[in-house]
């Protein structure tokens, strides 16, 4: 490591920034380049007949930014359809360096993401992306990115650990804002009307669930084929670590042979939990464990305090089109019933759902993207499954049954009920003092991480092609 002139020295590059609404997943750090003004290097390109030229354009603490990672930002937004409010070569430098600053400190504040978080976000935005209709399938997905699911998911992990590294990093940052009802009262009596914020429409959704059976077969099978993982490391055939990166199927961890890293029981499903904490022996594997994400065995690697770190493989059982259908055909059946008048919807919830976090809630769904607990929703806070089905029905109606993923990444099917909407209008304080709260407090988390970002840039030894010296940036300090 080179320490510069006694400047901070940012280590790492990763993703976007979360709180600034940045592109998401949209590079990678890059490989390691010695440091100048105009390294130049060449690289094969996919015809390797031909080769292109890479470049150093900027340099942040000890961490270069190339070109290429400029233009394969640029790239796959334009794919997406963004557009810059400003010139994207300045705008996207600059965005790569201010993910470098919050990555550096994230690693000296020793902020970690858990093999499982990873796991489980990634699951989610494959489900996201196959739940799309022009994608519909894994296996339209893979020839849609050209790419096995094994790949995607590889390609997703590093992005997702650092996505959520800048987030918890700008979450620890915030953390003491608190915004007292005066200073809401007195942010919005200074406003134009005009200016006063629209509020989108919010729905408020009750979900019925019914989890397809699996086979008693699929069971037996998953079942057996750990027990013969179990015995393949007893026999000293393999080790436990080797089988896990070739068949578990929580991909996060078995790119590092199922190792979940120090995790207490809270961060555990109370089922793998029990079993985890009783291990002694690092020879040994668990007997077969039955989690909410499917099938696992277990090998203890170490236990401090009131931590564990273990390494597992997970399976999870296939469920069949006829038990979707059947299930649907029950959902089907409990709707019917309830608009016959013979038991309401809010009291079917607790009796026949399988939703864990609603059934003791009249199914009410709770909406925990916002900055505090709530139960409206605006629709592109919904699960995608559930959005498209109530974005047409009126408030009252139940839904037919529908195929889902939920948060767990099990296939469900479900009915929902729209309970209430509120259309899109302007913000008042008496209606919506919450909305307008999460705005002055926004705007606050905003001016802070914009504070804090200005203060970090001053610490950090910072190199830009003279080329840049022109740009109009975000933050102000780059050009030393």
């Known amino acids: 490591m080179k320490i510069n002139k006694g400047k901070t020295i940012v280590l790492l590059a990763g993703t976007v920034l979360t709180a600034m609404s940045l592109h998401a997943g949209a590079f990678r750090a890059s490989a390691s380049v010695g440091l100048a003004d105009s390294v130049k290097t060449e690289t094969t390109a996919m015809d390797k007949s031909n080769s292109v030229v890479d470049e150093v354009i900027w340099v942040v603490g000890d961490e270069p930014i190339l070109k290429s990672e400029v233009e394969i930002m640029r790239l796959q937004s334009e794919a997406e359809g963004m557009k810059w409010d400003g010139n994207p070569e300045c705008i996207l430098p600059e965005q790569i360096a201010v993910q470098k600053l919050f990555l550096h400190q994230a690693a000296l504040d020793s902020i970690e993401v858990t093999e499982s978080e990873i796991s489980q976000g990634i699951e989610q935005q494959i489900n996201y992306w196959i739940s799309l209709p022009q994608i519909g399938s894994k296996e339209k997905l893979e020839e849609f990115q050209h790419k096995s699911m094994a790949q995607i998911?590889?390609?997703?992990?590093?992005?997702?650990?650092?996505?959520?590294?800048?987030?918890?990093?700008?979450?620890?940052?915030?953390?003491?804002?608190?915004?007292?009802?005066?200073?809401?009262?007195?942010?919005?009596?200074?406003?134009?009307?005009?200016?006063?914020?629209?509020?989108?429409?919010?729905?408020?959704?009750?979900?019925?669930?019914?989890?397809?059976?699996?086979?008693?077969?699929?069971?037996?099978?998953?079942?057996?084929?750990?027990?013969?993982?179990?015995?393949?490391?007893?026999?000293?055939?393999?080790?436990?670590?080797?089988?896990?990166?070739?068949?578990?199927?929580?991909?996060?961890?078995?790119?590092?042979?199922?190792?979940?890293?120090?995790?207490?029981?809270?961060?555990?499903?109370?089922?793998?939990?029990?079993a985890a904490f009783n291990l002694t022996d690092p020879k040994k594997v668990s007997k077969v464990v039955e989690s909410e994400?499917?099938?696992?065995?277990?090998?203890?690697?170490?236990?401090?305090?009131?931590?564990?770190?273990?390494?597992?493989?997970?399976?999870?059982?296939?469920?069949?089109?006829?038990?979707?259908?059947?299930?649907?055909?029950?959902?089907?059946?409990?709707?019917?019933?309830?608009?016959?008048?013979?038991?309401?919807?809010?009291?079917?919830?607790?009796?026949?759902?399988?939703?864990?976090?609603?059934?003791?809630?009249?199914?009410?769904?709770?909406?925990?993207?916002?900055?505090?607990?709530?139960?409206?929703?605006?629709?592109?806070?919904?699960?995608?499954?559930v959005a498209r089905v109530v974005e047409t029905m009126k408030v009252g109606e139940i839904s037919i049954p529908f195929q889902m993923v939920n948060a767990r990444g099990k296939v469900v099917c479900a009915i929902v009920k729209l309970k209430a909407r509120v259309p899109e209008h302007r913000a008042t304080i008496t209606e919506d003092f919450q909305a307008m709260r999460d705005i002055v407090t926004a705007k606050r988390r905003m001016e802070i991480i914009h504070d804090w970002v200005v203060k970090k840039v001053k610490e950090t030894y910072v190199r830009i092609n003279p080329r840049y010296k022109d740009c109009k940036f975000q933050y102000e300090g780059w050009i030393k």
């Not at 953390?175 to 989108?200: G, T, W």
């Not at 729905?203 to 993982?229: G, H, S």
């Not at 203890?300 to 399976?315: A, E, S």
């Not at 399988?354 to 505090?372: A, C, F, P, Q, Y």
């Open 153 to 274: 998911r590889q390609d997703l992990h590093d992005d997702y650990k650092n996505r959520q590294l800048v987030q918890k990093m700008q979450e620890k940052l915030v953390s003491d804002v608190k915004i007292s009802p005066a200073e809401v009262r007195e942010y919005f009596r200074k406003l134009p009307v005009d200016s006063i914020p629209m509020i989108p429409t919010t729905v408020e959704v009750e979900i019925l669930t019914q989890t397809p059976r699996v086979e008693p077969e699929e069971v037996n099978r998953i079942k057996n084929q750990l027990r013969d993982y179990t015995d393949r490391v007893t026999k000293g055939e393999t080790s436990f670590a080797t089988l896990a990166r070739l068949y578990s199927e929580d991909t996060g961890s078995a790119r590092q042979g199922g190792e979940l890293g120090y995790m207490g029981r809270g961060m555990l499903d109370p089922a793998f939990a029990a």
């Open 293 to 385: 994400f499917g099938y696992h065995i277990i090998q203890l690697v170490d236990r401090r305090g009131d931590k564990v770190n273990c390494r597992h493989i997970l399976l999870k059982p296939h469920v069949s089109m006829a038990s979707v259908d059947a299930a649907k055909e029950r959902l089907d059946s409990i709707g019917k019933d309830i608009k016959k008048g013979k038991f309401t919807f809010e009291d079917a919830t607790a009796y026949l759902s399988d939703d864990k976090d609603t059934k003791n809630n009249h199914g009410l769904m709770v909406n925990s993207s916002e900055n505090s607990r709530t139960s409206r929703f605006k629709m592109k806070d919904l699960p995608t499954e």
